[in-house]
């Protein structure tokens, strides 16, 4: 990838997309991995083959899209099921994402990568890691506002992702998504001539 990478996460409920629609509204390009990961398992998208493969045709809708509800069961009874999920789904939606990154004609580029820190190889692959942080109750609140879940549903989720402690950590730069949306077009503001700064300091050291 030629361009200047940043990887864009968060847990649940944080605001991740909202940040990345801000990025987004500066001209970055914006790599989604979730959804590169429907477009994968859509009617038709190139990992149906081998899920079906892998798992039968019970995972499949009737219109050949992944049962996502299904294999969501699937996965969490069985964690083989996740690991063999996870080794077809992966390897695409890497390819396609390393792809799209460096095609992108933006001086840089939001690569939003839900489990990033859980992945741990995306660290290789970014130049700045960028985490949406707020507090975990107001992640909780927002995710049963948005979902109508319940909250011990939402921390269920939350305790299977990594660490709000683990994701700050991992972060270059931390995107506070605590308040109002305004306050958090402010700081992707100030994040955005932040890296447009650096992208320079990178073309010149490269020249």
Known sequence: MSNFV?????????????????????GAAVVD????????????????????????????????????????????????ARVRLEGILHPLIRALADERCHLAASPYVILAVPLLVESGAYRERCDRIAVVDCPEDVQ????????????????????????????????????DNGGRPDELAVRVAGLHRLYLELVGAKLKANC
């Open 6 to 26: 940043v990887g864009l996460t968060g847990g649940i409920g944080s605001g991740k997309s909202a940040a990345a629609d801000c990025f987004a509204a500066h």
């Open 33 to 80: 991995t979730d959804a590169i990961a429907h477009e994968l398992t859509a009617a038709g998208g190139a990992a149906m083959p081998a899920l079906r493969a892998a798992f039968g045709e019970a995972i499949a809708t009737p219109a050949g899209a992944l049962d996502r509800e299904q294999m969501r069961r699937l996965a969490f009874a069985d964690a083989g």
């Open 140 to 175: 909780i609140a927002r995710v049963m506002a948005r979902n109508g879940m319940a909250a011990a549903e939402v921390r269920a989720i939350m305790a299977a992702q990594a660490s709000r402690q683990q994701r700050l950590a991992a972060a270059d730069d931390v995107i």
